[in-house]
């Protein structure tokens, strides 16, 4: 392949750079400049580069293994991530394609696919000789790892798009000059979540750990195989406690839960109802657009929606803490008030998107707290603000302007690469003060938001350290720049029909 004079150029400052700031390198990019002399090699198998400028359109990404799912090819595109499926704008990196994968979402999966870079495991038993499958970044040594980032699937149950997305997150944050992180020592991993028609159809095998319907997202206990009863919480609790195993990982200070959508929609559960442990202060939950949440209290920002025919039933789960799954239901029952502390004071990122107006959930229990993914998001985050004392410094929002129901938008904000990648790298212990080493950059926007479903893209001058999600309240005109229909179109029609629980 031709490379410019000036692309090559840029790429050698940019390598040059990360070397000047950061002193340590990932092997990924320490062997690409090794390489990038002669570009004929980055085109092989053996390809390690990791920037656009070294690729075309299809090129073989580094990593690449026999087996691995079709579709996992370099995408240059001029997308700029609208389309889940490139590269964000400004990113110098590649976007390593999403995995094809046989069946669908509503008739089960008839397979997993082999993810690019990753292993499918199934040594995690949750209940005697039951495993429930999941993926790991290939290859990493666990004695280096200082943060395991688990994500979550969407509505389809898509753990390989997920997993992708934040790999493809992490590589763009791994150039950022400003990021400081080393490959090496992070690691992604993800839960395969099956159901009972991804076991008639296939992906599942005899003792994975199987699901009803769309109850891995709600905390509810499995449907098989046989009488096996285990909550996706379980599942989560067990693999935290795999990574926060000193004995396996020696190195590691953070675990991050991390989903959009109805993967952002468990995450929240999840950290609402994980039972405490010793771990907790160094575990934290980022909560992308989600379709609807548990709200802590009773009180909800909607008091006369269109549908009111659940009115008795709007605090049951999970958009309230009545009726909570068997997992913690003895908890919740014995001490409500310390089920809610224990939220507040965990670490909580929200990402959400200013031009996400889609209406999400649209259960009747979902309209008492807001009418978009956006407006329940403010409202959320109003219902913090309104606790005695305010909003907890450990629940952080994020508004990302120019952003619609576009999961790799928001995973590939450079908020959210902070949160997700950089916060608390080094330290085993977070606090709630804002003693952070490094500074979090400026938000790309922040609102206080009162469900009206306008959205108030000041980005406020004030510096944005990691505890301060500056409100700048809800009284500026809206001005997401990007928020054409396009954007919109773009992710509607990604998940067309599948929209309502989203
Ligand atoms: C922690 O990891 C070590 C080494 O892999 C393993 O032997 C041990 O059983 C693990 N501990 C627990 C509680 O799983
Ligand atoms: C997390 O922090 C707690 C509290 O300081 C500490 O006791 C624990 O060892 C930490 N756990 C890990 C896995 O680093
Ligand atoms: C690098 O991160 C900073 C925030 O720390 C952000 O403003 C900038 O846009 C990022 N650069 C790229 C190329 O993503
Ligand atoms: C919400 O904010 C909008 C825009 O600032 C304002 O017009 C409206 O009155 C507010 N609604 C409530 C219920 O506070």
Not at 84 to 97: H, K, M, P, V
Not at 255 to 274: D, E, F, K, N, P
Not at 303 to 326: E, F, H, I, K, R
Request: contains cysteine.
């Amino acid at each position: 392949m031709m490379v410019s004079t000036s692309s090559l150029l840029a790429y050698l400052v940019l390598a040059l750079s990360i070397v000047a700031v950061h002193g340590k390198q990932h092997s990924l990019e320490r062997r690409s400049s090794k390489h990038s002399a002669s570009a004929a090699t980055l085109h092989s198998r053996q390809a390690t580069s990791i920037l656009q400028s070294e690729y075309k359109n299809g090129d073989t990404p580094p990593g690449a293994r026999s087996g691995d799912a079709a579709g996992q090819v370099v995408e240059i595109s001029d997308n700029g991530g609208h389309n889940d499926n490139s590269q964000r704008a400004g990113c110098e990196t590649i976007f390593i394609g999403g995995a094809a994968v046989g069946g669908s979402y509503s008739t089960g999966w008839t397979e997993m696919p082999q993810v690019l870079g990753f292993d499918t495991l199934r040594d995690l038993y949750v209940d005697g000789q039951v495993v429930q499958p999941y993926i790991q970044e290939t290859g990493k040594d666990p004695t280096k790892i200082k943060r395991v980032i688990i994500t979550q699937p969407g509505l389809p149950r898509d753990f390989w798009k997920y997993a992708n997305l934040v790999r493809n997150s992490l590589l763009c944050w791994s150039t950022n000059t400003t990021a400081n992180i080393n490959l090496d020592e992070i690691m992604i991993a993800a839960p395969a979540y099956v159901n009972t028609n991804d076991r008639t159809a296939g992906a599942a095998q005899a003792n994975d750990l199987l699901f009803s319907g769309q109850s891995w997202s709600t905390g509810v206990n499995s449907a098989g195989p046989d009488q096996t009863k285990v909550s996706s919480f379980q599942v989560l609790d067990l693999m935290t406690a795999k990574y926060f195993n000193k004995t396996a990982y020696p190195a590691l200070n953070q675990i991050v839960i991390a989903g959009h959508s109805l993967g952002g929609s468990l995450t929240q559960r999840y950290a609402m109802m994980r039972k405490a442990t010793a771990d907790d202060v160094n575990l934290s939950f980022f909560v992308g657009n989600p379709g609807a949440y548990v709200w802590p209290t009773s009180n909800r920002p909607v008091q006369s929606p269109s549908d009111t025919s659940c009115s008795a039933a709007v605090n049951d789960w999970p958009y309230g803490l009545q009726s909570t799954p068997a997992y913690d239901s003895a908890e919740v029952a014995a001490d409500l008030a310390a089920v809610q502390k224990r939220y507040y004071e965990r670490n909580v990122v929200y990402g959400l998107g200013l031009s996400d107006n889609e209406l999400g959930d649209s259960h009747c229990e979902a309209q008492y707290q807001g009418n978009s993914h956006l407006s329940r998001g403010q409202n959320f985050e109003a219902e913090l603000k309104s606790l005695p004392g305010g909003k907890p410094s450990s629940q952080k929002f994020n508004y990302v302007s120019g952003v619609a129901h576009e999961d790799y938008l928001i995973f590939s904000d450079p908020v959210s690469q902070y949160y997700l990648f950089s916060w608390n790298l080094d330290q085993r212990t977070q606090t709630s003060s804002t003693s952070s080493t490094s500074s979090a950059p400026k938000s790309s926007s922040t609102s206080g938001g009162n469900g009206s479903g306008s959205s108030s893209g000041s980005s406020s001058g004030s510096s944005s350290s990691p505890g301060s999600s500056s409100s700048a309240g809800s009284s500026g005109a809206a001005s997401s720049s990007l928020s054409a229909s396009g954007l919109i179109l773009a992710a509607s029609a990604s998940l067309a029909g599948a929209a309502f629980l989203l």
